[in-house]
């Protein structure tokens, strides 16, 4: 986790030598920037605009990402990265001068919003995540969106939640989790992360199929107890045409390629990278607010569970599924919400490596998947959108005051 360095790589680095840039003067920046503050977070307002000034924001980070295949950080990277970010999530609670973006990133503050967004400064596209967070005051919860590209409504589903909680910090993939490949037939060819299906690997590199997943943008073989279906089915595919090139000839090169496309996708589903500037992100959090929860958003085809409108589950100390669970069933009246694995015993999220990293630093973490028809109807009706992110509150513990993380 290399986590000693980080503060040192902080107290070092200052706003010195990279800009921040296009920070200027950060909304709520405290006179007395040595000074933590404590301030009462209240409700969002219903027509706050966040969400939208945010889908603004964020909406350029992700332009091509469907078709963009992933970088993970070297280990240096890893290390200034994740030390940027856990300063900046204390910069922003403290109301402290925002600390300096190492190179190919970027920090910058909402205009009229206390929200900094850091990110790729359009230098070179990696793939890292588009990052929020919220500056004062502001309820300890971690919202993420790790397949906004392939899970349809996911994107809005998480703004809303990261502004009617008025979360601390909201993280979004800026890359296809099977960047890169081909599209299908039927997928979109906007630019502007518009749904579609998954790019099909076997095409990709050079024959077969993807027999892991549909072509409408959503998980529909899922293994057991997990999300692992689809993986397993990119896999599946590898070993069974790696000696295959295009029409029978050069299997040589046909198989080079085949081998780097395997190796760069292996870090294209940020939910499973064990190496990627979205789970970098997530730890350093963790380090900044020890016992922070994170909510993660997912979607599944209805197929995969029928009688299922949200599949939860809950790992990590402190983790309570059902105080999620109450407020959903409350919200959503013409599905079902299950529990995983008491009710259901697939989707629940098992080989998430965010997931896995939260347990380990002992911190919460949930993850919920949503049907495409609740995600559908998330996306049109606004109001059910408001009620069900609203729905979320209880997994603070009903705080509604900035946690100190010291």
């Known amino acids: 986790m290399k986590s000693a360095g980080y503060v ?31 301030e009462p977070v209240t409700a969002a307002l219903v027509n ?29 990277e890893e290390v200034t990265y994740a030390a940027w970010i856990a300063a900046a999530g204390l910069a922003a609670q403290n109301r402290q001068p925002p600390p300096a973006a190492p190179p190919g990133f970027a920090l910058r503050a909402v205009h009229g919003r206390d929200l900094w967004v850091l990110s790729e400064d359009g230098t070179r596209r990696r793939g890292a995540a588009a990052v929020v967070l919220r500056v004062g005051a502001a309820v300890p919860l971690i919202v993420e969106a790790p397949h906004t590209f392939f899970d349809r409504g996911t994107l809005p589903v998480a703004l809303a939640i990261f502004e009617a909680q008025r979360a601390r910090a909201l993280i979004v993939n800026t890359s296809h989790r099977y960047g890169g490949g081909p599209n299908p037939r039927d997928a979109s060819a ?31 073989t ?10 397993e089915a990119v896999n599946g595919n590898t070993a069974q045409d790696g000696a295959q090139g295009t029409g029978g000839g050069a299997r040589g090169d046909n198989r080079a390629s085949r081998e780097r496309l ?26 900044s607010f020890p016992g922070t929860p994170t909510v993660q958003l997912h979607g599944f085809q209805d197929r995969s569970a029928p009688n299922a409108a949200i599949i939860a589950s809950a790992v990590g ?31 629940g999220g098992a080989t998430n490596v965010q997931a896995r990293w939260s347990r380990q630093m002992g911190a919460p973490f949930y993850h919920v998947e949503m049907s495409r028809t609740l995600r559908d109807k998330l996306i049109v009706d606004t109001d ?23």
């Open 8 to 38: 040192v790589l902080f107290a070092i680095a200052g706003c010195s030598q990279c800009v921040c840039r296009s920070i200027g003067s950060a909304p709520g920046t405290a006179p007395n920037p040595g000074a933590a503050t404590e």
């Open 222 to 231: 899922e293994g057991a107890g997990g999300e692992n279906g689809g993986d």
């Open 190 to 220: 906007d630019e502007d992360g518009a749904e579609g299906g998954p790019p099909n690997l076997g095409a990709a590199v050079g024959g077969g199929r993807n027999p892991g997943h549909t072509a409408d943008g959503d998980e529909s």
């Open 317 to 347: 100390h402190g983790a309570a599924l059902d105080r999620l669970l109450a407020p959903l069933r409350a919200v959503i009246n013409e599905g079902k919400v299950l529990a995983y694995p008491t009710e259901i015993d697939r989707l």
């Open 384 to 406: 059910f959108r408001r009620r069900f992110a609203a729905a979320f509150s209880g997994l603070t513990g009903g705080t509604n005051r900035m946690r100190d993380p010291g």
């Open 262 to 287: 395997i190796a760069s996708l292996a870090f294209a589903d940020v939910a499973h990278a064990e190496r990627s500037f979205f789970l970098s992100v997530h730890r350093a959090l963790l380090q």
């Open 48 to 76: 706050s605009g966040e969400q939208e000034v945010l889908d603004e924001e964020i909406t350029p980070l992700r332009k091509g990402g469907r078709h963009l295949i992933a970088e993970p950080p070297d280990d240096a």
